[in-house]
């Protein structure tokens, strides 16, 4: 039950004449957002975001042990072979975009091996008591944390402004999404 209170108008003004306009974005898959605003009212309520976790927890946890591990988290990322470099440098999670995060080497490619060393820094951020072991509740007061970043208003619900604010959510046209990476060998 979102509070009707801020709702913003739907934006179908004609494109503003600054800059450039950008480029159509490909609408062959539905975006991080488009999947967890489940009702599509253009923004994410604070369930929406939980439920998207949850069911995002389930996938990651492979064997269905009820935990997820380092491996199991980057082969939801990464794809199942894939294995970290050990000369990869460490990736940088102060780039602007989720793409540029992960390329490490700035070669406009994301390759498994980099997205691998990207996701075992988020693991080890998110693996509070560090036993090497992802609980739900983990992962999901990470989630809270990441949800209650983003939601620069405070009204408990992320809108598609707050959500593209931060960096690492941008995706770079349809070359990075979060789920489906271009992953060169
Ligand atoms: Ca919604
Ligand atoms: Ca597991
Ligand atoms: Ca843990
Ligand atoms: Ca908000």
Not at 18 to 38: I, L
Not at 52 to 77: C, L, Q, W
Not at 89 to 100: C, D, G, H, N, Q
């Amino acid at each position: 039950m979102a509070l009707a209170a801020v709702m913003l108008p739907p934006t179908s003004s004609p494109a503003k004449d600054a800059g450039t306009p950008p480029p159509p974005a490909p609408a062959r898959q539905p975006s991080v957002f488009q999947k967890t605003d489940t009702d599509g009212d253009g923004n994410i309520a604070a369930a929406e975001f939980q439920a998207h976790r949850d069911a995002r927890f389930k996938d990651m946890d492979a064997n269905s042990d009820g935990v997820v591990v380092t491996e199991e988290y980057a082969a939801f990322f990464c794809g199942a072979n894939a294995r970290a470099d050990k000369e990869a440098k460490p990736a940088r999670t102060e780039e602007t975009t989720l793409f540029e995060t992960m390329d490490a080497n700035d070669n406009g490619f994301v390759t498994a091996p980099e997205c691998v060393v990207y996701r075992i820094v988020i693991f080890r951020q998110l693996d509070a008591n560090g036993d090497g072991k992802l609980t739900p509740e983990e992962f999901a007061a990470g989630a809270s944390k990441r949800f209650t970043a983003m939601d620069a208003d405070k009204d408990n619900t992320v809108a598609k402004e707050e959500f593209d604010a931060v960096g690492v959510n941008k995706e770079r046209g349809s070359r990075a999404s979060e789920t489906n990476l271009p992953v060169a060998r």
